[in-house]
């Protein structure tokens, strides 16, 4: 088993032939999932198709609609700009206008991995991106003042915000080690 945990304790490796570290595809999990709820009564079963359908509806639109301003924002932005900007070969000051961009952009996951995939598609290098991705993620100005500042003790958030600096840094120059994806 390597390593792995057994998801039934006690149970001889030969008869335990899954383990938490085998991969399962969605739809097998979702089988497995809806399969626990029925077990666990009709009220149960009701509340979760009812839970992932309210799910289901909110979300799909917001995927569409972001999917759909990429398309648009990917038309409408120039490539030379992009390209001149965040392109392969802007190096450490790309990543470093990638940064400050991730940081100022507004929003969730559907603007932020929006906005990357079209700089991807209108030529920006993967370094930067990435850079883009990852300070977008860690630094989101507006997620610190509305979020974080309110809720979380100041002197986590300062701690926060003093360590992760260096990340998109780190990761852009790991990609730039690698080469392109």
């Known amino acids: 088993m390597g390593g792995c945990i057994p998801l039934r304790p006690g149970v001889k490796a030969a008869a335990n032939e899954r383990s938490a570290c085998h991969r399962h595809n969605p739809v097998e999990l979702g089988c497995r999932r809806g399969l626990v709820a029925f077990r666990s009564g009709p009220k149960v079963l009701t509340a979760s198709l009812r839970e992932g359908a309210t799910d289901f509806v909110n979300i799909v639109p917001r995927v569409a609609v972001g999917v759909i301003g990429s398309g648009f924002i990917a038309a409408v932005i120039p490539q ?3 390209t001149g900007w965040l392109g392969p070969n802007s190096g ?6 990638a940064v400050i961009a991730g940081a100022a952009t507004p929003g969730g996951p559907v603007v932020g991995f929006s906005i ?5 598609k ?3 290098g993967p370094p930067q991106v990435l850079a883009y991705v990852i300070a977008w993620a860690l630094f989101a100005f507006q997620r610190l003042l509305l ?4 809720f979380m003790p100041a002197r986590f958030v300062w701690f926060r915000a003093a360590v992760t600096p ?5 990761a852009a120059a790991i990609a730039m080690v690698i080469g392109r994806p």
């Open 147 to 150: 979020w974080e500042i309110p």
């Open 92 to 97: 450490w000051p790309g990543v470093g206008a």
């Open 80 to 82: 030379e700009i992009v």
């Open 116 to 120: 990357a995939a079209v700089a991807l």
């Open 122 to 124: 209108a030529g920006g």
């Open 166 to 170: 260096p990340f998109p840094f780190l």
